[in-house]
C-alpha cells in the first residue's frame, strides 16, 4: 500500500496572519453598518416618520442579517466540510466584500422610494450570508493547524478580528465625522467605509490564496472520511452541542451589541454626546475587548475552557445591575467605565470560543457546527438586542436593558455548565468522544462507497 504524501504545511506567522485578517475585514464590513443604523441609516432610507420608528427600522435591518449568517454557516460549511477550509473561506470573503461595497452605492428613500429599503435589506442579507461562512473557516483554520496545549491561543486570532474591525470601522467613522460637515456626512461622508471595504477584501483575498488546506481536513480527506450531506449529519447526531455551543455565545452577542449599537444610539439621541465624542468612548472602551481576549484565551489553555467562561458569565450577570447607574448618569467617566466594562466581559468571554466551538464537533461536521452554533447564537443573542433594548428603554427606563443582559448572561452560564471540558479534545477524531462508531450516524463516505 502506498503511503500518501503530506499535505503541505502552513507557517505559524501565516495561518496567524489570514486567520485574523479575514475576520478583522469581515467584522470591519459588519460593523460599519451597525454604526450606520445608530447614525443614518434611518433617515436615509426609511420614510421620514418620527425618529423612534426610523431607529426601530434601522435596527430590525440590522437584525436581518443576523437571520442570514446562520444560512451562510449551513451553506458555506456545506462546502468546507466537503471540499476543503480555504475555497471556502475566499468565497465567503468575496460575498460579503461584494453585499458591503454595494451599500456604499446604494441610493437613498428620498431618490428611489421603497425600492432603497428593499435593496437594503437583501445586501445586508448577503452580509449575513457572507459572515455566516466567515467565522467557522477562521476558526478551524486557526485551531486546525495549531500546536498541542495553544489551541484557544490560535484559536484567539480570528477572535482578535472583530475588536481590531470595530476599531476600524468606528476610528474610520470618528474621522469622517470630525472632518466632515453634518450635512457632508449625511450625504455622502457615511459611504466612504463601505467602499473603502474593496481593498481591504482585495488585500484579504491575496493573503487567503496563500494558504495550504488544513492538515487535520487535509488527513481526512487522505482517508476518505467526510459526510454525503453535513447537515444532516449535524442536526441528526451533534444536535446538542449546537445548542450547547450557540447559547454559549448569547453573552458574547448581547454584551458587545447592547454596549455598541443600542449604546451609540442612546449616547447621542438621548444622552447628547456629540458623535465624534461617544465614538471616542467607543474606540477606547475596544481596547479592553482587545486585551481580554488573549487573556482569556490564555487562561482557557492553561485552566480549561469551562472555568474561564464560567467566571465571565457569572460576571456579565452582574455588569446588567451596572447599565443604569453608569450609562445612566450621562457624563463623560461613568458612561465610559460602562463602556469599559461590558467591552472587557465581551473579549474575556468571546476569547476561549475560538478553540471551544471546533472542539465540541469531529472533524466531518466541524466547520457546519462551529459555524451554525455560533451564528444561532447571533440570532438569539443579537440580531433584536438593539431592538429590544430600544423598546425596553421606552417603557421600562435602562434597569430593564440591563436585566436583559444578565438574562443573556445566564442562559450562557447554563449551557456552559452543561458542557464538557474540551481542552485535551482530540481534532483528528471522527466520532466525538461520546458518539461510538461515527459511521452509524454520520454516514461517512470511504473508498469503494
Not at 94 to 107: A, D, K, Q, R
Not at 173 to 192: N, T
Not at 404 to 411: D, E, F, N
Given at each position: 500500500?502506498?503511503?500518501?504524501?503530506?499535505?503541505?504545511?502552513?507557517?505559524?506567522?501565516?495561518?496567524?496572519?489570514?486567520?485574523?485578517?479575514?475576520?478583522?475585514?469581515?467584522?470591519?464590513?459588519?460593523?460599519?453598518?451597525?454604526?450606520?443604523?445608530?447614525?443614518?441609516?434611518?433617515?436615509?432610507?426609511?420614510?421620514?416618520?418620527?425618529?423612534?420608528?426610523?431607529?426601530?427600522?434601522?435596527?430590525?435591518?440590522?437584525?436581518?442579517?443576523?437571520?442570514?449568517?446562520?444560512?451562510?454557516?449551513?451553506?458555506?460549511?456545506?462546502?468546507?466540510?466537503?471540499?476543503?477550509?480555504?475555497?471556502?473561506?475566499?468565497?465567503?470573503?468575496?460575498?460579503?466584500?461584494?453585499?458591503?461595497?454595494?451599500?456604499?452605492?446604494?441610493?437613498?428613500?428620498?431618490?428611489?422610494?421603497?425600492?432603497?429599503?428593499?435593496?437594503?435589506?437583501?445586501?445586508?442579507?448577503?452580509?449575513?450570508?457572507?459572515?455566516?461562512?466567515?467565522?467557522?473557516?477562521?476558526?478551524?483554520?486557526?485551531?486546525?493547524?495549531?500546536?498541542?496545549?495553544?489551541?484557544?491561543?490560535?484559536?484567539?486570532?480570528?477572535?482578535?478580528?472583530?475588536?481590531?474591525?470595530?476599531?476600524?470601522?468606528?476610528?474610520?467613522?470618528?474621522?469622517?465625522?470630525?472632518?466632515?460637515?453634518?450635512?457632508?456626512?449625511?450625504?455622502?461622508?457615511?459611504?466612504?467605509?463601505?467602499?473603502?471595504?474593496?481593498?481591504?477584501?482585495?488585500?484579504?483575498?491575496?493573503?487567503?490564496?496563500?494558504?495550504?488546506?488544513?492538515?487535520?481536513?487535509?488527513?481526512?480527506?487522505?482517508?476518505?472520511?467526510?459526510?454525503?450531506?453535513?447537515?444532516?449529519?449535524?442536526?441528526?447526531?451533534?444536535?446538542?452541542?449546537?445548542?450547547?455551543?450557540?447559547?454559549?455565545?448569547?453573552?458574547?452577542?448581547?454584551?458587545?451589541?447592547?454596549?455598541?449599537?443600542?449604546?451609540?444610539?442612546?449616547?447621542?439621541?438621548?444622552?447628547?454626546?456629540?458623535?465624534?465624542?461617544?465614538?471616542?468612548?467607543?474606540?477606547?472602551?475596544?481596547?479592553?475587548?482587545?486585551?481580554?481576549?488573549?487573556?482569556?484565551?490564555?487562561?482557557?489553555?492553561?485552566?480549561?475552557?469551562?472555568?474561564?467562561?464560567?467566571?465571565?458569565?457569572?460576571?456579565?450577570?452582574?455588569?446588567?445591575?451596572?447599565?443604569?447607574?453608569?450609562?445612566?448618569?450621562?457624563?463623560?467617566?461613568?458612561?465610559?467605565?460602562?463602556?469599559?466594562?461590558?467591552?472587557?466581559?465581551?473579549?474575556?468571554?468571546?476569547?476561549?470560543?475560538?478553540?471551544?466551538?471546533?472542539?465540541?464537533?469531529?472533524?466531518?461536521?466541524?466547520?457546519?457546527?462551529?459555524?451554525?452554533?455560533?451564528?444561532?447564537?447571533?440570532?438569539?443573542?443579537?440580531?433584536?438586542?438593539?431592538?429590544?433594548?430600544?423598546v425596553l428603554v421606552e417603557r421600562g427606563g435602562l434597569s430593564w436593558v440591563g436585566g436583559y443582559v444578565s438574562v443573556a448572561a445566564l442562559l450562557s452560564f447554563i449551557a456552559?455548565?452543561?458542557?464538557?471540558?474540551?481542552?485535551?479534545?482530540?481534532?483528528?477524531?471522527?466520532?466525538?468522544?461520546?458518539?461510538?462508531?461515527?459511521?452509524?450516524?454520520?454516514?461517512?463516505?470511504?473508498?469503494?462507497?
Amino acid at each position: 500500500m502506498t503511503t500518501s504524501a503530506q499535505p503541505p504545511a502552513n507557517s505559524t506567522a501565516r495561518v496567524a496572519v489570514a486567520s485574523f485578517i479575514g475576520t478583522a475585514i469581515e467584522f470591519f464590513d459588519f460593523y460599519i453598518f451597525a454604526t450606520a443604523a445608530a447614525l443614518i441609516i434611518g433617515p436615509t432610507f426609511f420614510p421620514k416618520e418620527s425618529s423612534t420608528a426610523q431607529a426601530l427600522n434601522a435596527f430590525v435591518t440590522f437584525g436581518i442579517a443576523f437571520l442570514a449568517r446562520p444560512l451562510g454557516s449551513a451553506l458555506f460549511g456545506h462546502f468546507g466540510d466537503r471540499i476543503g477550509r480555504k475555497s471556502t473561506l475566499v468565497a465567503s470573503l468575496t460575498v460579503m466584500g461584494v453585499s458591503t461595497t454595494l451599500i456604499g452605492f446604494l441610493p437613498g428613500h428620498d431618490s428611489i422610494g421603497d425600492l432603497a429599503p428593499l435593496l437594503l435589506c437583501v445586501l445586508r442579507f448577503g452580509q449575513g450570508i457572507g459572515l455566516g461562512g466567515e467565522w467557522g473557516g477562521a476558526a478551524l483554520l486557526a485551531t486546525e493547524n495549531a500546536p498541542p496545549g495553544k489551541r484557544a491561543w490560535f484559536g484567539m486570532f480570528p477572535q482578535l478580528g472583530p475588536s481590531v474591525g470595530f476599531l476600524l470601522a468606528n476610528g474610520l467613522f470618528l474621522g469622517l465625522a470630525v472632518a466632515l460637515s453634518d450635512d457632508q456626512f449625511k450625504g455622502w461622508g457615511w459611504r466612504v467605509p463601505f467602499i473603502f471595504s474593496a481593498v481591504l477584501v482585495a488585500l484579504g483575498l491575496y493573503v487567503r490564496l496563500k494558504l495550504h488546506e488544513t492538515p487535520v481536513f487535509a488527513q481526512a480527506m487522505q482517508r476518505q472520511q467526510r459526510v454525503k450531506v453535513p447537515l444532516a449529519a449535524l442536526f441528526g447526531r451533534h444536535w446538542l452541542p449546537v445548542l450547547q455551543g450557540a447559547f454559549s455565545m448569547v453573552v458574547c452577542y448581547a454584551l458587545f451589541y447592547i454596549s455598541t449599537v443600542f449604546a451609540l444610539s442612546y449616547g447621542t439621541k438621548t444622552l447628547h454626546f456629540s458623535r465624534p465624542q461617544f465614538l471616542g468612548m467607543l474606540c477606547f472602551a475596544v481596547l479592553f475587548m482587545a486585551l481580554a481576549t488573549p487573556l482569556s484565551a490564555w487562561a482557557s489553555d492553561r485552566f480549561g475552557r469551562k472555568p474561564v467562561l464560567l467566571l465571565g458569565t457569572a460576571l456579565a450577570m452582574a455588569s446588567g445591575f451596572a447599565m443604569q447607574p453608569l450609562l445612566g448618569a450621562g457624563t463623560f467617566g461613568p458612561v465610559t467605565l460602562f463602556l469599559v466594562i461590558e467591552l472587557f466581559l465581551m473579549g474575556f468571554t468571546f476569547g476561549p470560543m475560538g478553540a471551544l466551538l471546533p472542539e465540541i464537533f469531529p472533524t466531518p461536521v466541524r466547520y457546519s457546527g462551529a459555524g451554525i452554533a455560533y451564528n444561532l447564537g447571533g440570532i438569539i443573542g443579537a440580531s433584536i438586542a438593539p431592538y429590544i433594548a430600544q423598546v425596553l428603554v421606552e417603557r421600562g427606563g435602562l434597569s430593564w436593558v440591563g436585566g436583559y443582559v444578565s438574562v443573556a448572561a445566564l442562559l450562557s452560564f447554563i449551557a456552559v455548565l452543561s458542557m464538557r471540558e474540551t481542552r485535551e479534545a482530540d481534532l483528528a477524531q471522527v466520532a466525538a468522544p461520546d458518539d461510538g462508531p461515527a459511521s452509524a450516524h454520520t454516514v461517512i463516505e470511504r473508498a469503494g462507497a
